[in-house]
């Protein structure tokens, strides 16, 4: 999402003044040739003349002859409230015609899972999702998009052909991803987005770093924040173990592993400094996540300390 | 042990949970009608959503009801909107055919025009709309509302500038 650029005051007071005296001014040589030099002095001020030429457009959609008077009917009417309130009750339910062909993206779905939840999804078009543990969407397909929204946690998403050929992305809070391909991950935290492709590419653009995109290749994948963009890595091999009910590390610390496992099981699970360094690989089911801690036990130099059925640490043995 | 930071869309989510039948209630009382309700409340939850703001949760029916109500004002400005252009088109000494669709994107341009507007001086408005909308030189104007040539540049600048700021998103 491209953010608007910030353009004070004085510029587009400065455009504003432009605009009007080229008004009618058409073969002022001299005129124009001032007003080339202005749009060279800053860039702000191209920005401020586009800006000036969407409004200049607005104004043309107007209907000639019929705006004005429209414009200023509705807004005598508007002083009369009482007047108004009785349009409104007149018109009823079934005369809410107009107010319904807003174009407002329409909430189709919203998708949900619980922690330790996994959950697939086919949507309209035969695109299939899967949601991982505690994972939150939108889901809002439009005559022109389909969009998803990823509130929290985790999709592995499939797209399938679109018969409208409508575009495919996913926004997170730090930006979106574009499908142009088939299948890819992309997982929201706290601060940073991330995705992960294995089949065909997207396109990751940040939510505050206007015009920046990047391409991510299958057997790739990047984090990204709402205004930066990371180095593309290699994708960690087995990404979507997730949705086989597996947990696969290679060469991790403890500490980034029990953070993962945190994600998926309700309740505290912390891990000590002392301990969080040592290194940890293999395959970890995630549907039993307690014998997934005490066998941590046998492996290396730590023990399991429970509090409560909430609060759970991983301490040096 | 602190809850994991819930992220504003999350919050969202949490809002709609919480609070979506309530705020259907709000509505229902305001409009008088279910439907037109249900409708408004599931638009308040899309512009929250799109907004990107972070909700204020020490008050989120305070922060609902205000969306809500802004979208309120939206559809009693469109439906002035429709009246008042409908009204216009029968003012017209030829009867004029337009399609429902023209009509729709007639009345979008309508209120994006009319919120633009919102705030301007009546002066202002009018020699801005003479100008805009009717093509009027500034020279024609100022005769027709005997005023200087350079008074008419001036509002029309400041109407310009204005809508401009407006345009922002």
Not at chain 1, 75 to 102: F, H, I, P
Not at chain 2, 27 to 46: H, I, M, P, S, Y
Request: aromatic residues 6%.
């Amino acid at each position: 999402m491209a953010q608007p650029q910030a353009l004070d005051y004085a510029t587009l007071e400065a455009a504003a003044r432009w605009y009007v005296d080229l008004r009618g001014e058409a073969r002022n040589e001299a005129l124009h040739e001032a007003h080339r030099r202005w749009l060279e002095h800053d860039s702000r001020n191209v920005l401020a003349w586009e800006r000036m030429g969407r409004l200049q457009a607005t104004f043309d959609q107007a209907p000639a002859g019929l705006a004005r008077p429209a414009l200023n009917g509705a807004r005598a009417k508007r002083r009369e409230v009482l007047k108004l309130l009785s349009l409104l009750l007149a018109s009823g339910c079934v005369g809410s015609l107009a107010w319904r062909t807003t174009p407002l993206p329409t909430l189709v779905a919203d998708q949900r899972t619980a922690t330790g939840e996994r959950r697939r999804v086919r949507l309209d078009d035969g695109s299939q999702l899967q949601l991982n543990t505690a994972t939150a969407l939108n889901i809002r397909y439009s005559d022109s998009l389909r969009e998803l929204q990823l509130l929290s946690g985790e999709l592995l998403v499939e797209t399938a052909r679109d018969a409208l050929a409508r575009p495919f992305v996913v926004h997170t809070a730090q930006g979106s991803v574009r499908a142009l391909g088939t299948r890819f991950i992309v997982r929201s935290e706290a601060g940073t987005s991330s995705v992960s492709v294995q089949q065909h590419a997207v396109e990751v653009r940040p939510a505050d770093l206007p015009g920046a995109v990047l391409r991510v290749e299958a057997g790739q994948q990047l984090s990204f924040a709402d205004d930066r963009l990371g180095t593309l890595q290699p994708a960690a091999p087995y990404a979507d173990a997730w949705t086989r009910g597996m947990l696969l590390v290679s060469d991790r610390s403890l500490g980034e592993f029990i953070a993962e496992l945190q994600r998926y099981r309700p309740g505290h699970l912390g891990c000590d400094p002392a301990v969080a360094a040592l290194r940890i690989s293999g395959a970890f089911q995630l549907r039993d996540l307690d014998t997934v801690l005490d066998n941590l036990t046998t492996t290396l130099p730590v023990r399991i300390s429970r509090l409560s059925r909430y609060w759970t640490r991983v301490e040096p043995a | 042990m602190s809850p994991p930071d819930l992220s504003q869309q999350h919050a969202v989510h949490t809002l709609y949970q919480e609070h979506h039948s309530w705020l259907c209630g709000w509505l229902r009382k305001k409009l008088g009608c279910v439907e037109n309700a249900a409708d408004l409340a599931q638009d308040t939850f899309v512009r929250v959503m799109t907004q990107r703001k972070a909700p204020e949760l020490r008050e989120p029916r305070a922060y609902l009801s205000t969306v809500a109500r802004s979208l309120m004002i939206d559809m009693f400005r469109r439906r002035g909107l429709e009246q008042a252009y409908l009204e216009a088109l029968m003012a017209l000494p030829e009867p004029v055919d337009v399609s429902p669709e023209t009509r729709a994107l007639i009345i979008e341009t309508l209120m994006r025009i009319d919120t633009l507007l919102d705030g301007l001086g009546g002066r202002t408005r009018e020699i801005f709309l003479l100008a805009q909308l009717d093509g009027l030189s500034y020279v024609e104007i100022g005769r027709r509302l005997q005023v200087s040539v350079n008074t008419v540049k001036k509002h029309a600048v400041r109407a310009l500038t204005h809508c401009l700021l407006a345009l922002e998103d």
